[in-house]
Antibody
């Protein structure tokens, strides 16, 4: 069974940083590109970032480019999202999903507030 | 930009649901549909405009290409009342529509 599990969310002050992790099991992690998607409370879905299977190609939504960095460790089957200079509008549940979009984690909640 | 309509659809179990997604530019067939229930992660229903994902019942179908797409639920089951999102995968940044809530009438 394919499983994705996010962690690392929490409460952070504006301007602060967090690193999210997404542990993957049940598949050969290095075969798949991965994505981060977020959902602010009570609102819709927003794609945040993509990383290729090898990690050498990345893409970001404009609102996070330059502040967020996606990376992966294929030896640990883990995806990361380093989030810096956090803003109130980054408050959301963050999901990881593989490039087939057919399996999602349960999400981790990030709250940016003073 | 993806525009979904209507924002809310009020129907009874057994009725047919027709959800629309319109793209602001030609995305060929690179469109997916998701279902999301409260407190849950999204669930992939349809990819490449018309292909059902693994395990998705046949009552869900997708049509369209270019800029106009439709998700049809042929006969609503109680578990189908949820929010539905479309997503384009043609160009970066990937984008989602604003969602259609299918509620019980």
């Amino acid at each position: 069974e394919v499983q994705l599990s996010e962690s690392g969310g929490g409460l952070v002050q504006p301007g602060g940083s967090l690193r999210l992790s997404c542990g993957v099991s049940g598949i050969t992690f290095s075969d798949y590109g991965m994505n981060w998607v977020r959902q602010p409370p009570g609102k819709g879905l927003e794609w945040v970032s993509h990383i290729s299977d090898t990690g050498d190609d990345t893409h970001y939504v404009d609102s996070v480019r330059g502040r967020f960095t996606v990376s992966r460790d294929n030896s640990k089957s883990t995806l990361y999202l380093q989030m810096n200079s956090l803003r109130a509008e980054d408050t959301a549940t963050y999901y990881c999903t593989r490039s087939r979009w057919d399996v999602w984690g349960q999400g981790t909640t990030v709250t940016v507030s003073s | 930009v993806l525009t979904q309509s209507p924002a809310t659809l009020s129907l009874s179990p057994g009725e047919r649901a027709t959800l629309s997604c319109r793209a602001s530019q030609d995305i060929r067939g690179s469109l997916a549909w998701y279902q999301q229930k409260v407190g849950q992660a999204p669930r992939l229903l349809i990819y490449d405009a018309s292909n059902r994902a693994t395990g998705i019942p046949a009552r869900f179908s997708g049509t369209g290409s270019g800029t106009d797409f439709t998700l049809t639920i042929s006969s609503l089951e109680p578990e189908d009342f949820a929010v539905y999102y479309c997503q384009q995968r043609r160009t970066w940044p990937l984008t989602f529509g604003g969602g259609t809530k299918v509620e019980i009438k």
